[in-house]
Protein backbone atom coordinates (compact mmCIF):
# COMPACT_ATOMS: atom_id res chain seq x y z
CA UNK A 1 0.00 0.00 0.00
CA UNK A 2 2.94 2.25 -0.28
CA UNK A 3 1.89 3.70 -3.11
CA UNK A 4 -0.90 5.87 -1.61
CA UNK A 5 0.96 6.32 1.94
CA UNK A 6 0.18 9.58 3.36
CA UNK A 7 2.07 11.61 6.36
CA UNK A 8 1.02 14.07 8.68
CA UNK A 9 4.67 15.11 8.12
CA UNK A 10 3.21 16.13 4.35
CA UNK A 11 0.54 18.23 5.90
CA UNK A 12 1.61 21.49 6.51
CA UNK A 13 -1.75 23.89 6.27
CA UNK A 14 -2.01 27.21 7.04
CA UNK A 15 -4.94 27.28 8.91
CA UNK A 16 -5.42 25.28 12.39
CA UNK A 17 -9.36 24.11 12.11
CA UNK A 18 -7.86 22.75 8.43
CA UNK A 19 -4.79 21.19 10.09
CA UNK A 20 -6.68 19.81 12.69
CA UNK A 21 -8.87 18.27 10.01
CA UNK A 22 -6.30 16.61 7.66
CA UNK A 23 -4.57 15.69 10.20
CA UNK A 24 -7.31 13.61 11.63
CA UNK A 25 -8.01 12.60 7.72
CA UNK A 26 -4.95 11.71 7.47
CA UNK A 27 -4.89 9.34 10.16
CA UNK A 28 -7.47 7.87 9.67
CA UNK A 29 -6.54 6.85 6.38
CA UNK A 30 -3.39 5.43 7.71
CA UNK A 31 -5.73 3.25 9.89
CA UNK A 32 -7.44 2.00 6.80
CA UNK A 33 -4.23 1.15 5.14
CA UNK A 34 -2.82 -0.84 8.10
CA UNK A 35 -6.85 -2.64 8.27
CA UNK A 36 -6.43 -3.47 4.43
CA UNK A 37 -2.71 -4.54 4.68
CA UNK A 38 -3.87 -7.10 7.55
CA UNK A 39 -6.37 -8.36 5.23
CA UNK A 40 -4.07 -8.28 2.04
CA UNK A 41 -1.84 -10.84 3.95
CA UNK A 42 -4.24 -13.07 5.28
CA UNK A 43 -3.39 -16.62 3.23
CA UNK A 44 -7.04 -17.36 2.79
CA UNK A 45 -9.38 -14.77 3.09
CA UNK A 46 -13.46 -15.16 3.35
CA UNK A 47 -15.95 -13.98 1.42
CA UNK A 48 -16.99 -11.36 4.33
CA UNK A 49 -13.06 -10.75 4.73
CA UNK A 50 -12.66 -10.25 0.93
CA UNK A 51 -15.82 -7.67 0.93
CA UNK A 52 -14.59 -5.94 4.22
CA UNK A 53 -11.12 -5.07 2.16
CA UNK A 54 -12.67 -3.89 -1.19
CA UNK A 55 -14.95 -1.58 1.13
CA UNK A 56 -12.00 -0.23 3.15
CA UNK A 57 -9.94 0.04 0.17
CA UNK A 58 -12.84 2.50 -1.11
CA UNK A 59 -13.30 4.41 1.94
CA UNK A 60 -9.76 4.83 2.13
CA UNK A 61 -9.61 6.32 -1.58
CA UNK A 62 -12.49 8.30 -0.73
CA UNK A 63 -10.75 10.06 2.37
CA UNK A 64 -7.77 10.07 -0.06
CA UNK A 65 -9.68 12.71 -2.60
CA UNK A 66 -11.19 14.69 0.36
CA UNK A 67 -7.00 15.26 2.15
CA UNK A 68 -6.09 15.86 -1.43
CA UNK A 69 -8.99 18.43 -1.72
CA UNK A 70 -8.28 20.12 1.31
CA UNK A 71 -4.65 20.56 0.43
CA UNK A 72 -5.72 22.00 -3.02
CA UNK A 73 -8.13 24.59 -1.31
CA UNK A 74 -5.43 25.41 1.12
CA UNK A 75 -2.95 26.28 -1.61
CA UNK A 76 -5.55 28.55 -3.29
CA UNK A 77 -6.91 30.68 -0.49
CA UNK A 78 -4.74 33.49 0.32
CA UNK A 79 -3.27 33.04 3.71
CA UNK A 80 -5.01 35.45 6.49
CA UNK A 81 -3.45 37.07 9.64
CA UNK A 82 -5.65 38.12 12.64
CA UNK A 83 -4.83 41.30 13.71
Partial sequence: MADA?????DV???GLRTGDELQ???AEHHE???RIHRL????YRTDHQQFEEAQLKKLKLS?????ESLL???RRAPA???S
Avoid: G
Fill in 24 to 26: KLV
Fill in 72 to 74: RSN
Fill in 12 to 14: KPE
Fill in 63 to 67: LKDRI
Fill in 5 to 9: QLRLD
Fill in 32 to 34: LDE
Fill in 40 to 43: ATLS
Fill in 80 to 82: TSE
